[in-house]
């Protein structure tokens, strides 16, 4: 239960800012991670957004109202995070990604300092899968929502977290799988003592539970079109109680064999029978996706089943029977929720705000000294969930390529140095192609963005060598610093990112924001 709001006190929390629900948590005075209600007096809050006339819903009131005005709402905009081409314009204005996440978070904020008290620094979790675009911008819905965002961690760190804390002598490999409501993450980690270190990750950020609902909206609206003549689906509002009434069915599917479909459009009601087993039929395929990236993460960590201790299963769309059939399959485990599917992220967010907090300057005045001293011994390591290079024009093929600096499920924080020639006589200026990925060919590769470096004393012949130090720190955010080797000294860098928010923009949503009421 979470405590009175106390004065004078800012608290520290983690946010689990998922694509369908968002929770927030913080951890008590003997230091377990507490579920902090909103103001409906529920632990989980929809990620829901709709602007009405008079202001701006958020979470239940908002999904509700979102099968009245659909064109008004948001839905899943976790999956545009990154995204610098989508905007949603609404009354002459127009939000970013960043923008409406953070209308999320100042919700879920603003209703739990009515329980907790002040809130100014959080830690909000990512997919492991999140690129730099899509960490950056999760960051910046943070700055926008009016917190100082202490860090970014990995959805599947922070469930293991919250295992961890719940099974202290329990030491070995976990396997966390992590299937939400619109991303997938497999993860491989070593619990020793109180190191929780990740040896492999991967994942889909564009698969999940929404599209076992798509699954459910697409075959419903078939039958009634054969039925009726007519597709729901060509109207917003038919299209979003179709949504909610198919994400309900996916729910009472995972407790019950059968369940009736409500469909109704343009005076026609049709009530449809679906059985669990032609629900799991419709969407083996996407159960498939995630063996597969399941199989090969254990595979990427060097290890067998044999060699996996546990497995977590996280993300409510986990509940689904055909899951946890599949998973004690391949894995040939029993398979148990040790904590809470839909909680387990929000509570490990927590215990690593504190942990965060514990290992700086600060004291945590909330926790209690044993508590402290427990957490305070514990320690995580990442690794990279992508691998990130330079493009470069190689000397001998005189052809571009991708020069892999860090791979793959290389561990956080990591540091690369490489020394590259200039490319002619008199050369002051180098500008390198940042990217994501490990295919050789440039073109088969994700553009971060470009790193201009300038600077360089005039008069080099062609040849004159530069240092690049490539860094990919705890947060999976990239850096990049280039060094003249003759002389010694740091050259100007700087990464134009292909997507993201500037400093300036950032200030600018958090003003327009801040003037915003949020219900």
Known sequence: MAETAKSGKERTVGIDLGTTLTKLAYVDHEGRPVIVPNAEGELLTPSVVVFTKSGILVGRDARREALADPARSVFNVKRQMGNPKWRFKVDGETYTPEAVSALILKKVIQDAEMHIGPIRRAVITVPAYFDDARRKATEDAGAIAGVEVLDIVNEPTASALAYGLTKAGDDGVILVYDLGGGTFDATVIEKKGNEFITLATDGDVELGGKDWDERLVNYLSDRFRKEFGDDPREDLQALAYLWISSEEAKKTLSRRDKTNVPVSYK?????????????????????????????????????????????????????????????????GKEVKAEVPVDESVAAGAAIHAAICVLHSDERMHELGAEAAERLGRIRTTDVAAHALGLII?????????????????????????????????????????VVQGDAPDPDANIIIGTADVTGLPAGRPA??????????????????????????????????????????????QARRLSLKSIE
Do not use: C
Request: charged fraction near 25%.
């Open 267 to 331: 005076g026609h009601w049709g009530n449809y029978e679906v059985t669990r087993e032609e629900f799991e039929s419709l969407t083996e395929d996407l159960l498939a996706v995630t063996q597969l990236t399941t199989e090969m993460v254990v595979e990427e960590a060097g290890l067998t089943w044999q060699g996996v201790a546990r497995i977590i299963p996280t993300g409510g769309s986990t509940r689904m029977p055909m899951v946890q059939r599949l998973l004690e399959r391949v894995s």
């Open 463 to 508: 040849g004159a060598l530069v240092r690049v130090t490539y860094s990919y720190d705890r947060k999976g955010r990239i850096h990049l610093t280039a060094e003249d080797q003759e002389a010694g000294e740091l050259i100007a860098t700087e990464i134009t990112r292909e997507a993201g928010l500037g400093p300036e923009e950032v200030s600018d």
């Open 393 to 433: 024009k190689d000397a001998g093929t005189l052809q571009y390529r991708n020069d892999v600096l860090i791979p793959k499920n290389s561990r956080l924080p990591v540091s690369v140095m490489r020394t590259y020639g200039t490319a002619y006589d008199g050369q002051q200026r180098i500008i390198l192609q």
